[in-house]
């Protein structure tokens, strides 16, 4: 992929007091490229995509976001440019995240006028062809909690996209949602990909990595093991610690059923 | 309780010239406390170290103070310092002084009671931290002080009847010197109790049907 580079990791090491979440993580992410990183819980890949939109800060390293350079230990960005780095990266919770003080409408029109100083019914338009795409504009004066899960997510992707990002992040997007509801959530992030949008995506749905990502990440023990095309990765992963989350993850059954046999023996 | 009712009818006109006191000092400190809270509460949040420190202090040593204490300082001990407040101020800045640490801590677990994720959304979504502060999580705040700031409210009430001692003419300074110059003391205090019940009565009521308009708002 030869286009544009929209985030650049160089060495990026993020550490919880004394305790290391990753270290030395180095990456290009570049103009409409999908990236899925997955791995082993704990293995700092949420905090990462943090360090991207400066939720999070880091300790070494810098970290390139649409031109502006991140860097680690204790030197806050200006103002000016986290509000524009926040603006132009989009961001989806796994806990949603919605506000559930405010409608639907409401949360999705929120920041348009906060930030970019929309007026209130051009934002409501914009906001109700995004609900219509997801196919929840009935919904639009409901309050969260009447809505199931799937929808909230749903929702809370049509706020990032209110705010017409340039990357979208996507932490977990339907780790919390209940089975039968992960197609509708997963739909919605398979039509931005297609639609060409940059996203980075921390997920456990393998087989959604696989379909949509052009590059696949697996973190583990605090740092990247691998990093290609999906497909290679997936299917074939080059190292040792690949192969084993790899093998968990994919086939659970017989990692349990091995993990029992030296046991039955001894009863 | 014939004598009892014509002592209340002929003794009315008296004690609510003191209500109108009590109400007036009431308003004015409940101003003074929830608006010096809310300042409280936010220094107590923020991170400028030494701002954070002060309030702190403040919160902890005035609350740990008999009210009574804070306000014969406030009148008398003042007046040393070439201060001096007419009984209303001195009660008010009492009384306000006091309940902002109230209000104050109020305000700071209702902040602090909202979920960290609703702060990264909207900071996700490029909101600056005033705007954070005012759109998500004040309006969220505020459904979970309703109940504890009705509370406190009713204990203001009942504290402003130490304002007596200073002579300021509440409520209660108005059933004393009555029943000082009737000896009828279970009648006028009986009287100004009801007259103190209604009020919390009035209150509860009052912001008991706010608190219900606002739940059905939101859903």
């Not at chain 2, 700071?108 to 005033?130: K, N, W, Y």
């Not at chain 2, 005012?134 to 459904?143: G, T």
């Not at chain 2, 109790?193 to 606002?214: D, Q």
Request: charged residues 15%.
């Amino acid at each position: 992929m030869s286009s544009k580079v929209v985030v650049s990791a160089k060495h990026v090491t993020k550490r919880f007091g004394s305790q290391v979440v990753f270290e030395d993580v180095t990456l290009d992410v570049h103009k409409k490229e999908v990236v899925a990183i997955i791995g082993p819980s704990g293995a700092g890949k949420s905090t990462f995509i943090r360090c991207v939109n400066r939720l999070h800060p880091f300790d070494e390293g810098t970290l390139e976001v649409l031109g502006h350079t991140l860097t680690g230990g204790g030197h806050s960005p200006s103002r000016e440019i986290l509000q524009d780095i926040r603006t132009r990266v989009g961001m989806v919770f796994q806990t949603f995240n919605l506000f559930p003080h405010l409608s639907v409408l409401n949360n999705i029109i929120l920041a348009p006028m906060e930030v970019k100083k929309i007026h209130r019914q051009q934002a409501a338009r914009q906001a109700m062809e995004l609900l219509a795409l997801v196919g929840l504009e009935h919904k639009a004066e409901m309050f969260p909690r009447r809505l199931s899960g799937g929808e909230q997510q749903r929702v809370a992707i049509c706020r990032a996209l209110a705010m017409d990002p340039e990357i979208m992040l996507f932490d977990e997007p339907t780790s919390m949602l209940d089975p039968e509801l992960v197609g509708e959530v997963l739909a919605a992030i398979r039509r931005l990909a297609q639609q060409g949008m940059t996203m980075l995506l921390v997920t456990h749905e393998m087989q959604f990595a696989k379909e949509v990502a052009d590059t696949v990440i697996i973190m583990a023990d605090h740092g990247i093991v691998e990093k290609g095309p999906a497909a290679k990765v997936l299917d074939a992963p080059a190292t040792e610690r690949a192969r084993v989350f790899l093998r968990r993850i994919l086939k659970p059954t017989e990692v349990a059923a091995e993990a029992a046999a030296p046991a039955r023996g001894r009863f | 309780m014939q004598a009892m009712f014509s002592a209340w009818v002929q003794y009315l006109p008296q004690l609510l010239r003191g209500v109108g006191v009590t109400l007036e000092l009431t308003g004015l400190s409940l101003v003074v406390a929830v608006v010096f809270g809310f300042i409280l509460a936010l220094s107590r949040l923020s991170h400028i170290r030494g701002l954070n420190l002060l309030a702190t202090w403040y919160v902890e040593i005035i609350r740990a103070i008999p009210v009574l204490i804070l306000l014969f300082t406030a009148y008398y001990s003042l007046g040393q310092l070439g201060i001096v407040l007419s009984a209303m101020q001195a009660a008010v800045v009492t009384l306000g002084g006091f309940y902002a640490t109230q209000y104050g801590e109020i305000f700071r677990g209702a902040i602090l009671s909202i979920d960290r994720g609703q702060t990264e959304a909207a900071a996700a979504l490029g909101l600056p931290s005033v705007a954070i502060m005012r759109r998500v999580i004040l309006p969220q705040a505020f459904f979970a002080i309703l109940p504890p700031a009705t509370n406190q409210l009713s204990n203001l009430i009942k504290d402003t009847s130490l304002v007596f001692t200073i002579s300021l003419a509440d409520l209660m300074y108005q059933t004393y010197s009555a029943l000082s110059l009737n000896f009828l003391p279970m009648d006028m205090l009986l009287l100004a109790g009801i007259i103190y019940f209604i009020f919390y009565l009035v209150i509860a009521k009052l912001l008991g049907r706010w608190e219900l308009n606002v739940q059905q708002s939101r859903s």
